[in-house]
């Protein structure tokens, strides 16, 4: 039985392709339940614990109790608190009813294409970029339009460009994110002014991924609602809150969508993980530790701007923002996927081929998660070091 045709019985709706950094995850926990000592630099998942705020809220959601259902677009005093983070973060005001909270940013993605798309229409991507977007999308029969990004353009889309791909491809709807994943790549404030006025003139809904705001190295990252207040905005406490396997995530949302993302949100979730959202409020008053967890990362990426060259991988994308480095490997192979397989297996460091973000020319990337610890960071290199030398 092949991917393309998944046999009798099964939905052509899930024959999706795999989220490829968790097949490497799965394989890097497989061999250290055997032993092997892994470096992990495959999936965006910050080392660090939670913030001592969120698990002591944790504690007091489960010896308080009890833990019941919230209403499905979250809990009162979550939505307050995200509000105000806008205000005081970005001098945007939003009125709570505005704010959904999701499970996980995954869960908003699913609501904001049900929400906003029809089978059949295209919404515009760029490439690389985060493999659960196309995925997603294939599920719900809308199609992805590519905007392959340029190293002239800094690996990222312009608004020519999306002006161009709506006359060409009609497209109904355009995804950003910034700061980007795998590129790092943070969209320039005019440059996001620009993209936003395009998308609005041409009648194109604007989803903002935003889910690496707070995790930026000198670089300012807008939110989209400074330049368009009907921006759908996708965000997660999951990457600069430490909040990964919580599954807590929000979207700010146009005033008349919120009902429908209720509608969908009570029937495909029922709400959010109550204990996730009780402790989430505290998560905004960890700014101390979380800026700790952050200097950890602007040292790895130091680390690995510095030291990569060194050792024979000289061309990589920005690092402005999130806690990836995607660098070409094309002087070692064009096969990404066996490169990542054997770099595994034979030194012991899980990464992500870039085929997992870009269908085009990912067979020559790699992506490196820096969200771990100096001392992974540091064996890293040194590991990797020795596999390219093997590989000359």
């Known amino acids: 039985m092949n991917a393309s045709n998944p046999g009798p019985g099964v939905s052509q709706r899930g ?11 799965r394989e890097a926990y497989r061999r250290e339940a055997a032993g092997a000592d892994i470096c992990h630099m495959e999936v965006g998942q910050p080392a660090a614990r ?6 002591e809220a944790a504690e007091r ?26 205000r005081k973060v970005h001098g945007v005001e939003i009125a709570p009813e505005r704010v959904i909270v999701t499970p996980g940013s995954s869960g908003g993605f699913t609501l904001a294409f049900l929400s906003l798309f029809e089978a059949g229409d295209k919404l ?63 969209i320039e404030p005019d440059r996001l002014a620009s993209i936003c006025r395009t998308a609005r003139e041409r009648g194109i809904r604007l989803i903002s991924d935003e889910i690496y705001h707070g995790l930026t190295y000198g670089a300012q990252a807008d939110t989209a609602l400074i330049h368009d207040a009907d921006a759908i905005v996708v965000n997660s406490f999951s990457k600069y809150y430490c909040m990964t396997g919580w599954r807590i995530g929000w979207m700010i949302v146009p005033q008349d969508l919120v009902r429908t993302m209720e509608r969908l949100a009570q029937n495909l979730f029922i ?87 870009d269908p085009f020319n990912g067979d020559r990337f790699l992506r490196l998660s820096f969200a771990g610890s100096n001392e992974t960071v540091e064996k890293a290199i040194h590991k990797l070091d020795g596999f390219l030398k093997n590989q000359r």
């Open 124 to 186: 515009a991507l760029a490439s690389p970029g985060y493999p659960a977007y196309r995925n997603i999308l294939k599920a719900l029969n809308i199609e992805a339009a590519w905007l392959e990004t340029r190293e002239e353009d800094r690996w990222a889309p312009t608004a020519n460009d999306i002006a161009e791909l709506h006359q060409s491809a009609g497209i109904k709807g355009l995804l950003l994110a910034s700061p980007g994943n795998p590129t790092g790549t943070v």
């Open 15 to 25: 024959d999706v392709d795999p989220f490829i950094a968790m097949d490497i995850l």
């Open 271 to 357: 709400c959010p993980p109550a204990i996730s959202q009780l402790a989430a409020v505290a998560a905004f008053d960890a700014t101390d530790e979380l800026e700790a967890n952050k200097a950890v990362y602007s040292r790895n990426r130091e680390m690995l701007v510095e030291r990569l060259p060194q050792i024979g991988i000289s061309r990589f994308l920005p690092v402005d923002g999130a806690f990836y480095l995607y660098a070409d490997i094309g002087d070692f192979t064009n096969d990404s996927m066996d490169f990542a397989n054997r770099l595994l297996a034979e030194a012991g460091i899980a990464a992500t081929p870039g085929l997992d973000f």
């Open 61 to 86: 959601a489960l010896r308080d109790g009890p833990l019941g259902y919230t209403e499905a677009t979250g809990l009162p005093q979550l939505r307050e608190r995200i509000a105000e983070h806008y």
């Open 50 to 55: 939670a913030p001592r705020a969120v698990l």
